[in-house]
């Protein structure tokens, strides 16, 4: 497999072409942005725990929860050989505890249990500040299909019930997280989870004391941020990491 040009450099990851026209390499970056990229720094090791985090619940999903991903390859601890997809241009946040946003835009204080889990979506679009959409907006505007729609609403759901209970045996509160999907250009199109699952994009909590034990505690200046990517390594990963 060889490595190409640089196609693109996000936030937090680069992508790269290959010499297989159906997979591209991501690299992930210790740089990190919040508030639609206000504030920027850098979580040293960031890149590393996101890289070996999503790739091993992404192998999770696959195999024990019927998902399929854009997973083909770990090639070192920062990059990754996925399939190449066309992003489906929605965020989907899913959410079992009040947190961020929700509490903010709801007046529901952070922490408060919600009694089903609930599924958000948001119009990719940095311009706009990613804008909370509907599926009427989605479709009418022609992000996704209704069939898309239904096919990434259950995927979603059915990786929340996956990921809740994996880290629920590790002693941590899954609260909220964000996913994306994508087309699989050499699949017909079909639709797969792309992107990343990582303390980047979930908010995790431990179970016991409720420490934030992810991305909030950048956002919010906290401290201890490494710390917190190194600890959910650990839970994650146990003690063979
Ligand atoms: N999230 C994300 N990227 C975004 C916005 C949100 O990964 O651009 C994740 C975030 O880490 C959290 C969940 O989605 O786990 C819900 O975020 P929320 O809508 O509460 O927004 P925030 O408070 O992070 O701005």
């Given at each position: 497999?060889?490595?190409?040009?640089?196609?693109?450099?996000?936030?937090a990851?680069?992508v790269y072409r290959?010499?297989?026209?159906n997979?591209?390499?991501?690299?992930?970056k210790?740089?990190?942005?919040?508030?639609?990229?206000l504030?920027?720094g850098?979580?040293?090791?960031?890149?590393v725990?996101?890289?070996r985090?999503?790739?091993?619940?992404?192998?999770?999903?696959e195999?024990?929860?019927g998902?399929p991903?854009?997973?083909?390859?770990?090639?070192?601890?920062r990059?990754?050989?996925?399939?190449?997809?066309e992003?489906v241009?929605?965020?989907?946040?899913?959410?079992n505890?009040?947190?961020?946003?929700?509490?903010?835009?709801?007046?529901?204080?952070?922490?408060?249990?919600l009694?089903?889990?609930?599924?958000?979506?948001c119009?990719?679009s940095?311009e706009?500040?990613?804008p909370?959409?509907?599926d009427?907006h989605?479709?009418?505007?022609?992000?996704s299909?209704?069939?898309?729609?239904?096919?990434?609403?259950d995927?979603?759901?059915r990786i929340?019930d996956?990921?809740?209970?994996?880290?629920?045996?590790?002693g941590?509160?899954?609260?909220?997280?964000?996913?994306?999907?994508?087309?699989?250009?050499?699949?017909?199109?079909?639709?797969?989870?792309?992107?990343?699952?990582?303390?980047?994009?979930?908010?995790?909590?431990?179970?016991?004391?409720h420490?934030?034990l992810?991305?909030?505690?950048?956002?919010?200046?906290?401290?201890?941020?490494?710390?917190?990517?190194e600890?959910?390594?650990?839970?994650v990963?146990?003690?063979?990491?």
């Amino acid at each position: 497999m060889e490595k190409l040009e640089q196609l693109y450099e996000g936030k937090a990851k680069k992508v790269y072409r290959t010499d297989d026209e159906n997979a591209y390499i991501v690299s992930y970056k210790d740089d990190a942005t919040a508030f639609n990229g206000l504030k920027k720094g850098t979580i040293s090791g960031k890149g590393v725990v996101n890289n070996r985090m999503s790739n091993y619940l992404m192998q999770k999903l696959e195999a024990e929860a019927g998902i399929p991903t854009h997973y083909i390859k770990e090639l070192s601890e920062r990059e990754t050989l996925v399939k190449k997809v066309e992003i489906v241009p929605l965020e989907v946040i899913v959410r079992n505890i009040a947190a961020g946003s929700f509490s903010k835009r709801f007046g529901v204080a952070e922490g408060t249990p919600l009694l089903i889990p609930t599924i958000e979506f948001c119009y990719k679009s940095d311009e706009l500040g990613d804008p909370m959409v509907n599926d009427y907006h989605i479709i009418a505007c022609g992000w996704s299909t209704r069939e898309e729609l239904d096919t990434i609403t259950d995927y979603t759901f059915r990786i929340n019930d996956y990921l809740k209970g994996f880290f629920a045996e590790r002693g941590v509160e899954l609260v909220d997280f964000k996913i994306e999907f994508g087309r699989d250009a050499a699949n017909g199109g079909k639709v797969i989870l792309a992107d990343e699952i990582s303390p980047d994009t979930c908010r995790f909590w431990d179970a016991k004391t409720h420490e934030k034990l992810d991305k909030d505690r950048f956002r919010r200046e906290m401290g201890g941020v490494e710390e917190a990517y190194e600890e959910m390594m650990r839970r994650v990963f146990g003690d063979n990491k």
